[in-house]
């Protein structure tokens, strides 16, 4: 499968060398991308970048699999989350491109985890997945087929509003040294 990451930084790339290992083409996209989009698109940036690549590429991303990772966070004040309470960065974009299927995925885990393949050098690396089209998180699923990665169905997109309070209460705990980048919240299964 083709696969653009938008996002160079170290979760980009972590993402992006999963797909590679499981046998994908992947092409890392910044502000400035101009070639054609692969099958499936990750939005490997902050939250607020979503807006400038949705403006960017909304033609473009019409019927591709869009991969949100986005914890909206609100950075200014480090205590809540950006979106309705009632809703998620994934719902949010889903609203913004109709007609591509976004997958909620990767943002409850740190790019060292990703990197690894383990969560605390212990446990295997989870990635947990939400979209409401099951055809969609099963590509995700067999995509990433061939990494260390095990992917985790949390269910619909309304999921999503979970996965970004649990992605957000992890990233808190680390930046206040409850643990390192490198451990987290692992899925025993």
């Given at each position: 499968m083709n696969i653009t990451v938008f996002g160079k930084g170290n979760m980009g790339k972590?993402?992006?060398?999963?797909f590679e290992?499981?046998?994908?083409?992947?092409?890392?996209?910044?502000?400035?991308?101009?070639?054609?989009?692969?099958?499936?698109?990750?939005?490997?940036?902050?939250?607020g970048a979503v807006d400038a690549i949705i403006g960017a590429h909304a033609e473009e991303l019409k019927g591709k699999i869009v991969i949100d990772i986005t914890n909206p966070v609100n950075f200014?004040?480090?205590?809540?989350?950006?979106?309705p309470a009632d809703s998620s960065a994934?719902?949010?974009?889903?609203?913004?491109?109709?007609?591509s299927v976004v997958v909620k995925?990767?943002?409850?885990?740190?790019?060292?985890?990703?990197?690894?393949?383990q969560v605390g050098g212990k446990e295997p690396t989870v990635v947990?997945?939400?979209?409401?089209?099951?055809e969609a998180k099963q590509k995700v699923k067999d995509a990433l087929d061939g990494?260390?990665?095990?992917?985790?169905?949390?269910?619909?997109?309304?999921?999503?509003?979970e996965l970004e309070a649990m992605?957000?209460?992890?990233?808190?705990?680390?930046?206040?040294?409850?643990?390192g980048w490198t451990g987290g919240f692992a899925v025993i299964k």
């Open positions: 972590a993402i992006g060398a999963n290992k499981a046998g994908n083409q992947v092409t890392y996209a910044g502000r400035d991308f101009k070639d054609v989009l692969g099958d499936m698109v990750v939005l490997a940036v902050p939250y200014d004040t480090f205590d809540s989350l950006v979106v994934a719902q949010e974009i889903q609203k913004k491109l109709p007609e995925a990767f943002n409850t885990t740190f790019a060292a985890t990703l990197a690894s393949g947990l997945i939400a979209s409401d089209d099951a990494s260390p990665l095990s992917v985790l169905d949390a269910g619909a997109l309304k999921r999503a509003r992605g957000f209460l992890q990233i808190s705990m680390a930046a206040r040294k409850q643990f």
